[in-house]
């Protein structure tokens, strides 16, 4: 199983293969997808930029994670937003997708963010069994409350 060591996060010119992984990603679940080559000159200007944190196991790389932080509205920590978290079909069951997950929180606790959500599709059972074992809820309140629900409009 990968530890937290094998995770690296990732830079500008890793963005070829995060856009590699990302179409894949993209693909396998039929969402529509931009090609690679765009994919790759957007991550690289999000990742010079500071607007995303990336973070890929392997070398070269079968597995990304891709996470946004945001001021807090509650108090004066970061808010941090898990974008993206992919292991390729050949590499899954192996511990990837939780060394990458591990590693995403230990960074965003180590850059001073309080709260991380988010979303994946009630069919996606091993994503959501991965984050339920991390401690991810998707009911208010704890165990007993409301679900939680996620909307989105496409403008």
């Not at 409301?146 to 409009?153: D, R, S």
Request: aromatic content about 8%.
């Amino acid at each position: 199983m990968p530890s937290r060591h094998d995770v690296r996060r990732a830079g500008p010119e890793d963005a070829g293969q995060l856009a590699r992984l990302l179409h894949a990603f993209n693909s396998e679940y039929d969402e529509p997808t931009p090609p690679v080559e765009v994919l790759e000159e957007r991550l690289g200007e999000l990742l010079a930029g500071d607007e995303i944190v990336a973070l890929v196991v392997g070398d070269p790389p079968f597995g990304m994670a891709i996470v946004r932080y945001r001021p807090s509205l509650w108090g004066k920590a970061l808010d941090s937003y898990l974008e993206e978290l992919y292991v390729a079909p050949d590499r899954r069951g192996e511990g990837s997708g939780r060394a990458l997950l591990e590693e995403t929180l230990a960074m965003a606790r180590e850059a001073g963010a309080e709260h991380i959500e988010l979303c994946t599709g009630e069919t996606d059972r091993e994503a959501r069994g991965l984050y339920e074992s991390a401690g991810f809820t998707n009911r208010e309140g704890g165990p007993d409350g409301p679900a939680m629900l996620y909307y989105e409009l496409d403008l």
